[in-house]
């Protein structure tokens, strides 16, 4: 049984539908990896692994000290945040440690300017991009039911030993 258009999206049905990307593989003016070029092949599950543990223990973290607080973590006390448009906030406010992108990006023109924005900002500050995680792998480690492009951490409090779990795993950075 399909579906029924809501009448007020009717107009909407006409569009013509935005093309797929052929391949999974990033735009060639993107660097294929960034800060995990060291990484050898049976170092990378190791590395995944833990970076979605660190990435689950912050979200948790977060979550508890809103919780605890019973109101919203103020600016100062996140410890990550997600999506290409807060994570280019928090790079451009010199906040964020870390980032995490996917590997899988699609390859739309909108995205790629923020995707490139990102990568000049992560160079501009030396914050180390990782980009070995799928969106998929990010959304589940964020606990969401949702692909996620790009995470960002803030303040590594409450996971302090994943992130030199992390750092010992892909060598110093």
Not at 53 to 69: F, T
Not at 116 to 129: P, Y
Not at 139 to 168: C, P, Q, T, Y
Request: aromatic fraction near 4%; glycine fraction near 6%; charge should be positive.
């Amino acid at each position: 049984p399909k579906k029924k258009l809501p009448d007020k999206f009717a107009p909407l049905a006409a569009l013509p539908k935005l093309p797929r990307p052929e391949s999974s593989d990033p735009p060639p003016d993107l660097p294929a990896l960034t800060g995990t070029e060291k990484i050898a092949a049976g170092e990378k599950e190791d590395a995944e692994r833990i970076a979605m543990e660190l990435i689950g223990a912050l979200r948790a973290a977060q979550d508890k000290a809103r919780d605890k607080e019973d109101r919203s973590i103020p600016r100062g006390k996140r410890r990550l945040v997600s999506g290409l448009r807060e994570c280019a906030r928090g790079l451009r406010a010199n906040k964020v440690r870390m980032i995490f992108m996917a590997a899988n990006l699609d390859g739309y023109e909108a995205l790629d300017e923020k995707v490139l924005e990102i990568f000049r900002l992560c160079e501009d500050r030396d914050v180390v991009l990782f980009r070995f995680l799928s969106k998929r792998r990010l959304g589940k480690a964020l606990g969401k039911n949702v692909k996620m492009s790009v995470v960002a951490i803030e303040n590594f409090e409450g996971a302090h030993d994943l992130h030199k779990k992390l750092r010992k795993a892909v060598g110093t950075f």
